[in-house]
C-alpha cells in the first residue's frame, strides 16, 4: 500500500511563488507515473500536471509556463513548482500516483491515478 503525503501548501500573494512536496511511503514509486491534481472550492477536480516514471511531463494549459512537476525517484518524491501564482490557482492541491510500473506515458485523467494524498491548501490572494 502507497501512502501519499503532499506538503508545501500557503497564503500567497498574486504573483508568488510555492513549492508542493509529494512524498511516498509503503513501497516506492520511482518507476511509477505520477501527477498534480486540484480542487477549488464549489468546483470538481481537475488536472495540473503529469509526470511519467522518466520524466515526460505533461500541464494543463492553465499552468502551462507557469508551474513546473518533477520527481526525484531516489526520494520518492513529486513536486511541483508553482509561479506567477494567481487568485484563480486557489484550491486544494492533491498528488497522485498510478500502480502501474514502467508505464511510457503521462496521465491526465484522474480515474487512471490509484494513489491519492490527502492534500495541501492553497490560496492566492489577490
Known amino acids: 500500500q502507497v501512502q501519499l503525503v503532499e506538503s508545501g501548501g500557503g497564503l500567497v500573494q498574486t504573483g508568488g511563488s510555492l513549492r508542493l512536496s509529494c512524498v511516498a511511503s509503503g513501497r516506492t514509486f520511482s518507476t511509477y507515473a505520477a501527477g498534480w491534481f486540484r480542487q477549488a472550492p464549489g468546483k470538481e477536480r481537475e488536472f495540473v500536471a503529469a509526470?511519467?516514471?522518466?520524466?515526460?511531463?505533461y500541464y494543463a494549459d492553465s499552468v502551462k509556463g507557469r508551474f513546473t512537476i518533477s520527481r526525484d525517484n531516489a526520494r520518492d518524491m513529486v513536486y511541483l513548482q508553482m509561479n506567477s501564482l494567481k487568485p484563480e490557482d486557489t484550491a486544494d492541491y492533491y498528488c497522485?500516483?498510478?500502480?502501474?510500473?514502467?508505464?511510457?506515458?503521462?496521465?491526465?485523467?484522474?480515474?487512471?491515478?490509484?494513489?491519492w494524498g490527502q492534500g495541501t491548501q492553497v490560496t492566492v490572494s489577490s
Open positions: 509526470i511519467s516514471w522518466y520524466s515526460n511531463t
Open positions: 497522485a500516483v498510478k500502480d502501474t510500473p514502467y508505464t511510457s506515458s503521462w496521465y491526465s485523467l484522474s480515474g487512471e491515478y490509484d494513489y
